[in-house]
């Protein structure tokens, strides 16, 4: 019988460590899916996500199974990241207000004047040259399938920084797109 | 106007993933918990002989205690609380200087060997009912009881 993330998860703080290996099977193309489009090669994606699934069961004793399994999991390989980074540069999650963006960007109808198949390779490539803190929020958001207030406790930021960095982040992509096009 | 942007997004062309990364996932948690069970098995180790330590060279030393005789007798327990009853501030002052007597009495009944036995014993058990703890909380947390845990 298929067992849903919360039984799995009391099973494995009971100290049943196939339950643990179980979650392993079902959520790890996911989590890989997730950090490959921050992590800057495959490799690095890889061993984050080992990492990840480590750091999960030396601390599964934090994870509730009245809370979804995943978001856990995905503020553990996020923080494993931003900790990677910050050896190389600063991440800045910092609160970036709740200004607004001109939303005229988000009407453009670009769209129609692409491939949908061909936009959505030339998206991947976009993502990759966007910055740091966009990335992880769009890989939450779009590859992790996380909701605003989600990303906003994976990443310990309020729920308007995510809102700001997710629109910012597709207006980039939107000009990169354009700029592509032209 | 529908934001196509947003479906592309969610549908965003990915590498797949390597075939065999569960599998090493998997290989290194084993790797892991045989780590962690074997510093638990040592711990465990540890701490047995450091209570059998304890209690060997505290058993000699415990048998001649005589500071013992003065604490739990039921009488005596009646009039502390008759005392407690009548002027609690002196009887308090009372229970409290006879238990650093007592406590300095069983110090030197024990000597050096027995201090060090009791020492080692209390520790080992302390560490014991510490490392006990975690287990109890899962068990509680994950609504199991201990004795169904143990079945």
Redesign the interface.
């Known amino acids: 019988m298929e067992q849903d993330d919360p039984s799995l998860v009391?099973q494995a703080?009971?100290?049943d460590?196939s339950a643990?290996?179980r979650l392993?099977?079902i959520h790890?193309?996911r989590l890989?899916?997730l950090v490959?489009?921050f992590a800057p090669d495959?490799g690095e994606a890889?061993s984050l996500?080992?990492e990840a699934?480590?750091r999960a069961?030396?601390h599964r004793?934090r994870c509730?199974?009245d809370r979804p399994f995943f978001p856990w999991l995905a503020s553990i390989a996020t923080n494993l990241t931003r900790d990677a980074w910050r050896k190389r540069r600063p991440l800045d999650f910092a609160d970036v207000g709740d200004e607004i963006d001109s939303a005229a960007a988000?009407?453009v109808?670009l769209?129609a004047r692409l491939e949908?198949d061909e936009?959505?390779?030339r998206?991947?490539n976009g993502?990759r040259g966007l910055r740091p803190e966009w990335r992880v929020v769009?890989a939450l958001?779009?590859?992790g399938g996380l909701g605003y207030a989600e990303i906003a406790a994976v990443l310990g930021v309020p729920l308007n920084t995510v809102r700001t960095h997710l629109r910012r982040a597709?207006a980039a992509?939107?000009r990169f797109l354009e700029e592509e096009n032209a | 106007m529908p934001d196509r942007l947003d479906a592309w997004l969610s549908e965003m062309s990915s590498p797949p993933m390597p075939a065999d990364l569960g599998a090493r996932v998997r290989a290194r948690l084993r790797g892991q918990r045989a780590r962690e069970a074997w510093r638990r098995r040592a711990g465990d180790a540890a701490l047995l002989v450091a209570s059998l330590t304890g209690a060997v060279a505290l058993w000699p030393q415990a048998r001649a205690i005589t500071a013992w005789d003065s604490v739990g007798a039921l009488d005596a327990s009646a009039n502390w609380l008759a005392n407690l009853a009548a002027a609690p501030a002196p009887a308090v002052w009372q229970t409290a200087r006879s238990a650093l007597d007592g406590a300095a009495g069983i110090a030197a009944d024990l000597g050096p060997a027995g201090l060090l036995g009791s020492i080692l014993l209390a520790v080992s058990l302390s560490a014991w009912l510490l490392r006990l703890l975690p287990r109890l909380e899962d068990a509680g947390a994950t609504g199991i009881s201990i004795q169904g845990a143990g079945t």
């Open positions: 009391r703080l009971a100290g460590p643990f290996d392993v099977e790890t193309a890989f899916r490959r489009r495959e890889e996500v080992q699934w480590l069961w030396q004793r509730s199974p988000d009407e109808p769209e949908a936009a959505r390779a998206l991947a993502v769009i958001r779009y590859d597709r992509l939107r």
